[in-house]
C-alpha cells in the first residue's frame, strides 16, 4: 500500500494540470474574440478578484511594500497592492490575447523611446544583454522587439505544467525569439552574444545558490543573480535596461534606457558593483511605477 500513494499523487497532478490548460485555453477562446482594451479591464477585474481571496500573497505584498516604501501610509499601501493585482491580472490575459494576433497588430500598438541605443550596442559587434524584472509588459516586450529590432533570446526558467509551457513557449517564440533554459545556460548565452544577438535576463528575483551576489534593493540586502554583471565583464556586451509600460487604450510603451557603465576593471568586487547599479536603475522604475512590480514574490529572505 505504501507505493499508492505517489502513484495517486502523479495521476492527480496530470489531471490538475489538465485542468489548468483547459481553464486557460477557454480564456484563450474567450480574449481571441475581445479588443486589447476590453481584454485589459477584464484583466483588472481578474486581478481585483484574487486580491480578495488570495490571503497568502496579499500580505506578503503588503509586508514589501511597508519595508520598502515605508513612507506610504496603510491606505496607500493596500490601494498600491490592489493596483499591482489588477495589473497582474492583466499582464495574464493580454500576452494571451498578444499571442492571437498579428505581426502587425502587434506594431500598432507600439510606441518606442531609446531603440536607437539597441541598434548602435549592436553595430558594436559583441551582442547585447537586456535586462528587467517582473515589471510592466516584459514579456510583451521581448515580443515587439524581436519585431521592431531583430529576434533574441530570452531566459526563463520552465513551467511546472508541461501544457502550459507549451502554450507558453509558443507566444515567447511567435516573432522569432528563443527561449534559454538552465541546462547549458552560460554555454548558449555566449553563443548567442558572440553572433551579436541580444540575451534578455530578469534580475528581481532572490536567488538561493552560490552564484547569488548580495547588493542593496530598496535599501535591504536581497540575493540577486550575478550573470548580467559576470557576462557582461566577460564578453563586454553593453548591458542595456529594458522597460515595458501601458499606455491607455491597450496599447505599450518600450524604454531603453542608457548603457550601465561597468565599474573600473581592476575594481575588487567588480561583479557585486555591476549587478548593483543595474538594480539601482530597475529600483527607480519600481518606484517611479510600485503598481507595475511583482511585490507578491518573497524578494527579501533572511538568509544573508
Known sequence: M?????????????????LEALIVGCLVAVVRLLPLPTVRTAGAALGRFVYAIDGFHRRIAMANMAMALPSKSIEERRAAVRGVFSHFGS?????IKVGTLTNGEILERIESEGEERIRQAHARGRGVLLFTGHFGYWEVGAIALALRVQPMAVMARPLDNPYLHDMLERIRTRSGNSVIYRQGAI????????ANRAVAILIDQHLHTPDAVYVDFFSRPAATTNALAALAMRTGAPVIPAFALPLPDGRYRLVYEHAVEPPATDSPDAVREFTQRCTDVLEMYIRRHPELWLWMHRRWRADV
Open 2 to 18: 505504501a507505493g499508492v500513494a505517489p502513484v495517486a499523487s502523479g495521476f492527480g497532478r496530470t489531471a490538475r494540470f489538465r
Open 91 to 95: 499582464v495574464l490575459l493580454e500576452l
Open 187 to 194: 554555454r548558449k548565452v555566449l553563443q548567442e552574444l558572440s
